[in-house]
C-alpha cells in the first residue's frame, strides 16, 4: 500500500471511528499509588489497602499505599496537589485533609476542589458512646449529666475530626466538655471503656468492634438515617439534638487536570470494587456505606464538608482567644 493509501485510509478509521481506540491512552502495567494522610493500620489506611489490592487485580498493575501524616493531612494533599497529572498518584481524601485542614491557622494551600475526582468510596457516621458500665443509659441522660458538671471526653488528637464531633455535640447539647486527646484511636476509646473519661464519639469503623465485644454502650449515631448495623441505635435528631448530623467520609482523588479517559476507567475500576461482596463484606465490617455519590458531585461535597468543618474549627479558634 502506497503512502498517500495509508494516509486515506488512516483518515477514514478517524472520521467513521475506528481510530479512537488507538487513541486512548495505554493502560497496560499499570503503576498507580494511593497516598493516605494518615498512620498505617488506621481505619482509612485498612480500608485503602483493600481497596488497592482489588484496584490493582482488577487494572492487571500494582496499586500501593503510601502513608503521608502530617498537618491533619495537608502535607498528603500537597503532595497530589503538586503530582503531574499522568504520574500515577492518587489519594484519599477525608474529612480531616479536605474539610477541618481548610479551618487551621496554618493556610493548607489548597481548595478542596481542586483535586480530580475518581470514587466516593464511602461515608459512615460517628457513634456517641459510653463504657457499658456507664450510668448513662441516652443522650438525654448525659446532656442532663454534662449540663451540671464537666464530662470528659476522648480524641485522636486536637483538631481531628473525633474532637471537633466532640465540640458539635457540646454546642448542640449547650454543655462544656472537657477535651482529652490522645495518640491514636486505641488509646483514646480505652480511656472511655475503662471508666477513666466519660465518653467518645469515634467513627463506626472504630467503635463497632468495642460494642461488639460489649466493651461500649452505643447511645446514638450522628447520621441522618439509623444504621442498618445497630439499626435500634436512634440518631442525634431522634434522641432530641436535632440538626446535629456528621459523617466521616473516604474519597479517591488525584491530581489537577487528570485525562478524562483515565478517569473514566479508575471511576469504572472503583465502582466495580465497590460492587464486589468481598469489599462491601469490609466495609461493612468497619461500619462504613459503600459509594454514597456520583463522581461529578464530589467537588461540591467536599466544598460543603470543608465550610461546615472548617467554620467550626475557625470558630473554636475564636472562642480560645
Known amino acids: 500500500m502506497s503512502v498517500t493509501k495509508l494516509v486515506k485510509s488512516i483518515r477514514i478509521a478517524c472520521a467513521s471511528g475506528l481510530f479512537a481506540s488507538w487513541a486512548e491512552p495505554a493502560f497496560a502495567d499499570e503503576r498507580w499509588r494511593i497516598i493516605v494522610p494518615s498512620e498505617a493500620q488506621g481505619s482509612t489506611d485498612i480500608l485503602t489497602r483493600e481497596l488497592a489490592r482489588q484496584m490493582g487485580r482488577k487494572l492487571n498493575g500494582t496499586v500501593e499505599v503510601e ?3 502530617g498537618k491533619s493531612g495537608a502535607i498528603a494533599a500537597r503532595k497530589v496537589l503538586a503530582a503531574a497529572p499522568d504520574s500515577g498518584v492518587l489519594m484519599m481524601a477525608t474529612v480531616t485533609s479536605h474539610a477541618i485542614a481548610l479551618g487551621l491557622p496554618e493556610p493548607a494551600g489548597y481548595r478542596p476542589d481542586e483535586f480530580t475526582p475518581i470514587a466516593m468510596i464511602g461515608t459512615a457516621p460517628y457513634l456517641l458512646v459510653v463504657a457499658n458500665s456507664s450510668p448513662y443509659k441516652s443522650v438525654l441522660e448525659l446532656v442532663v449529666a454534662a449540663r451540671k458538671e464537666k464530662l470528659e ?7 481531628g475530626p473525633h474532637h471537633l464531633v466532640g465540640e458539635l455535640f457540646a454546642q448542640k447539647a449547650n454543655a462544656t466538655l472537657v477535651h482529652r486527646p490522645y495518640k491514636g484511636g486505641a488509646d483514646a476509646l480505652g480511656a472511655v471503656t475503662s471508666g477513666k473519661l466519660h465518653l467518645m464519639l469515634p467513627a463506626a469503623i ?5 460494642m461488639r465485644e460489649g466493651a461500649v454502650r452505643v447511645l446514638a449515631t450522628t447520621g441522618s438515617q439509623r444504621s ?3 439499626p435500634d441505635v436512634p440518631t442525634m435528631g431522634e434522641a432530641g439534638l436535632a440538626g446535629f448530623e456528621a459523617d466521616s467520609w473516604y474519597a479517591l482523588v488525584g491530581p489537577p487536570q487528570m485525562a478524562p479517559p483515565q478517569v473514566r476507567r479508575l471511576s469504572e475500576i472503583a465502582g466495580t470494587v465497590l460492587r464486589d461482596p468481598s469489599f462491601i463484606k469490609v466495609l461493612e465490617e468497619n461500619g462504613v456505606d459503600a459509594g454514597g455519590l456520583e463522581r461529578n458531585s464530589i467537588p461540591a461535597f ?3 464538608e470543608a465550610n461546615k468543618w472548617g467554620g467550626l474549627v475557625k470558630s473554636l479558634q475564636g472562642n480560645s482567644k
Open 206 to 210: 472504630l467503635a463497632l468492634p468495642k
Open 228 to 230: 442498618p448495623r445497630i
Open 153 to 159: 471526653y476522648s480524641s485522636t488528637g486536637t483538631g
Open 302 to 304: 467536599l466544598i460543603a
Open 67 to 69: 502513608n503521608q501524616t
